[in-house]
């Protein structure tokens, strides 16, 4: 097996350490914490924020406040999963300066407890009959709670839903469904959490109408991470193999980093469907065993340079043994002991609330089910901790292989990988502002515009390394008109590019279709992703949401490539990197025109890698597998095209020829045309 030393495509941020994530103010909240709590009046609250930021204890604020000030019965409590039952113990707040603590009664916490009266979901009744305060379950308890007791059982109370990007809109999501009717019915308070925003089947997690009623506060990866004290760089890396991944996974594992493994599923390709094989090749890969420690069930392995590895296997059949170590991962007096344990090789577990603040290194073997588990993931690493300066997530992919039967899963595969890449580079980076170049506009207080500082006869670019944001002025920009679609445009592009980078054909053309234009996916594509994700929305605003998005995307990805032309690694120049390499890509688009943005294909640079680092001949395998299923013009993106034919004929006078020198316009043309022979021969029929 080779795995190759690039990673494909890479990403490597690095940030100032300026504490302000960790600091808390008079009432013992971080940062984070005290935007949600100045939003605790909302009946409907969605908390956006990165993993270790402390949304479990925001949510203990909101919480105690609506039940002590804002006249609620009771606060319930719903989590994916049991093991994130334990992020909600109890907390002595009043010892950071707030005025009340968190405790939950024992038999309230159904993730710990057994359960009463036959069962859990009868627990929840008697729950609800108490004078207790505050519950504690799973999502699936409080799903067949509210499909036996009935929406209204509930009224008047907080539920707040943890790592909601498990919800969605589709009927067939009971607790989406439930959210639903419980936003319908008014009666009770809402308070949602996430790390991630993004369900892996590409669903909506709200119906546009429901997720309006919601007041969001959104914390970004870049405010968490350049608030921190200690982690300075983060690296992300996707390496394609050949072979099987045990053989040499030696060439990306570092036994001196504290790692966090894991496995590929059993109905994976990578897999090679024995799990527990698997498992001790990766132990004998590290060194000679040793035994186990009798006390936490932890493997012992001597490398051969003569250091003891404690390593934590959850992948054993055996509950027994899985429940030893499981409980030695979570022992509370060994979670600052940084020696209690050197890696952990999972397979569905330590994901989502699993917190090892040590954790240096994230590697996935195959690529996982959803970009939601890909930051779930990441998000194990990226905790702050003492000495740790650095921390990187790998994902090990099989490389696509044309003569394989399976060659289109591994192409997905390849994608899906890319598609991750591309969304954590805009998770990463600071917060775009976009605004149209006007004569009148001024230099926005905060921000730093570069040398010689702002200049009224030019597209400005300014950085306030404060808040984390970029704001940049682009000729002919279209500004959003309703509230909401400022909101969008200031908080959901992320969702808004996934929603891009996610569908497969989207790709697909970017990466490998030499004789696409761009604009059938930053005009064409994303003007129909706009469409169908905000509806309500009139023509103007879908307009201005979906510039501002492909602004977003295609000042990443061209940072990014000025960057590599330009220093050798984003590390090298410390926390201004960034800002200097979408400076740099603005001076390559000329006067930063939103026409000649949409004519940059997002996609380029990630193919650009991807041809330096992938064999050769793999790659032209893959080109011609994706080549012979390329498609034609659909009759929804004719007469998207026709709208916007008539769009330009408003605005020039005419209707794009079909000879005309550009070639946006003679594809608008053909659009029309396509429409016209549609038309014809539904009237012959």
């Not at 504290?258 to 469907?273: A, D, F, G, L, Q």
């Not at 060659?407 to 600071?430: C, F, G, H, R, Y």
């Not at 445009?489 to 569908?503: F, G, K, S």
């Amino acid at each position: 097996m080779s795995i190759e030393t690039k990673a494909v495509p890479s990403v490597s941020v690095s940030y100032a350490r300026n504490g302000t994530s960790t600091k808390a103010n008079e009432l013992g909240m971080r940062p984070m914490q005290e935007r949600a709590y100045d939003h605790r009046g909302e009946q409907y609250l969605l908390i956006k924020s990165p993993p270790a930021s402390g949304k479990s204890r925001a949510l203990m604020f909101v919480a105690l406040d609506k039940l002590h000030n804002q006249g609620l019965k009771q606060a319930i409590i719903v989590v994916p999963e049991k093991s994130i039952g334990s992020s909600f113990n109890d907390e002595p707040l009043r010892q950071y300066g707030f005025w009340a603590d968190w405790a939950v009664v024992p038999k309230w916490n159904l993730c710990n407890a057994p359960g009463e009266d036959g069962g859990k979901v009868n627990s929840v009744r008697a729950f609800l009959d108490s004078e207790d305060r505050i519950l504690v379950c799973t999502h699936a308890t409080f799903r067949f709670a509210v499909d036996r007791f009935g929406i209204e059982a509930f009224d008047d109370r907080l539920i707040a839903v943890d790592e909601f990007h498990h919800v969605s809109s589709n009927p067939d999501n009971k607790l989406g469904a439930h959210l639903g009717a419980f936003i319908a019915r008014g009666k009770v308070h809402l308070v949602a959490m996430t790390g991630s925003y993004f369900r892996g089947d590409s669903e909506a997690v709200l119906s546009p109408t429901d997720e309006d009623k919601f007041e969001t506060v959104t914390y970004t990866y870049y405010e968490q991470l350049n608030g921190y004290q200690y982690l300075k760089h983060l690296d992300i890396g996707y390496f394609f193999y050949s072979g099987a991944y045990a053989d040499d996974i030696l060439k990306v594992l570092n036994s001196n980093e504290k790692t966090i493994i894991h496995i590929p599923s059993v109905n994976s390709r990578e897999s090679t469907k024995d799990k527990i094989r698997e498992v001790e090749h990766i132990i004998e890969a590290l060194g000679s065993w040793e035994g186990v420690d009798p006390k936490t069930g932890f493997q012992l392995v001597r490398t051969a340079e003569g250091k003891l590895l404690r390593i934590a296997d959850l992948v054993t059949d055996d509950p027994g043994k899985r429940d030893v170590v499981s409980s030695a991962l979570k022992d509370p007096a060994q979670k600052n002991n940084r020696d209690h344990v050197d890696i952990i090789i999972a397979l569905g577990m330590a994901k989502e609330g699993f917190d090892w603040i040590w954790c240096e290194h994230a590697l996935t073997i195959g690529y996982r089910s959803s970009l939601t588990e890909i930051v779930q993931i990441i998000g194990r690493a990226t905790r702050d901790a003492p000495g740790k300066t650095r921390a990187r997530f790998s994902n090990l992919i099989a490389e696509p292989d044309a003569t394989s039967e399976a060659v289109t899963e591994a192409v997905n595969d390849t994608l899906k990988a890319i598609a991750a890449s591309l969304l954590m580079e805009q998770v990463l980076t600071p917060r775009f502002e976009f605004r149209p170049k006007n004569p009148t506009n001024e230099a926005a207080p905060g921000f730093d515009y570069g040398e010689g500082g702002y200049d009224p006869d030019k597209a400005n670019i300014g950085f306030n390394e404060e808040t984390g944001r970029i704001q940049i002025e682009i000729k002919g920009l279209a500004e959003p008109k309703s509230e909401e679609a400022k909101r969008i445009c200031r908080e959901d592009l992320n969702e808004v590019i996934a929603t891009l980078v996610q569908d497969k054909r989207n790709l697909e053309r970017g990466l490998f279709d030499h004789e696409m234009l761009p604009e059938e996916l930053t005009v064409a594509r994303m003007g129909k992703i706009i469409k169908d994700l905000y509806p309500e929305r009139d023509e103007e605003d879908q307009e201005a949401i979906r510039q501002h998005a492909i602004a977003a995307l295609n000042f990443v990805q061209g940072s990014k490539a000025a960057l590599t032309a330009g220093v050798a690694s984003i590390a090298d120049s410390v926390n201004t990197a960034f800002i200097q390499g979408v400076r740099r890509f603005a001076m390559s688009v000329k006067e930063l025109d939103i026409d000649l943005i949409d004519r940059i294909n997002p996609f380029g640079e990630a193919y650009q890698i991807m041809a330096k680092t992938m064999d050769a001949d793999r790659l032209k395998q893959v080109e011609a597998a994706i080549a012979a299923r390329k498609s034609t013009l659909t009759p929804d993106e004719a007469r998207d095209l026709a709208r916007r034919a008539l769009r330009f004929k408003q605005e020039r006078g005419r209707l794009p020829s079909i000879t005309a020198q550009d070639p946006w316009e003679r594809r608008m043309a053909e659009g029309v045309a396509f429409l016209a022979r549609m038309k014809a021969e539904a009237a012959r029929v």
